[in-house]
């Protein structure tokens, strides 16, 4: 799905609360057709998820590993 498109990193996993959904935020005004956002966290970012989808993003979770990953992208 995200070949041929630019990836974003935002690597939250050393900042506390409230720094990573600000972050996360902060960083979906660089998605476009040819970019997502690739969020790494070290728990679950509940919060993140529901600002996603009042925000009509669509993402894909990663949580198979020690850190939880969130694929932020939207569909056009």
Sequence with gaps: ???NMTQIIV???EDEA???LQKAINSLSSINPSTY???IHRMRP???????DKGGYSYEIDDSGEQYIVYIYKKY
């Design 18 to 20: 409230p720094i990573p």
């Design 11 to 13: 690597d939250v996993s």
């Design 1 to 3: 799905m995200f070949k």
């Design 46 to 52: 509940c919060l993140l998820f529901d600002v996603l």
């Design 37 to 39: 956002v690739k969020f």
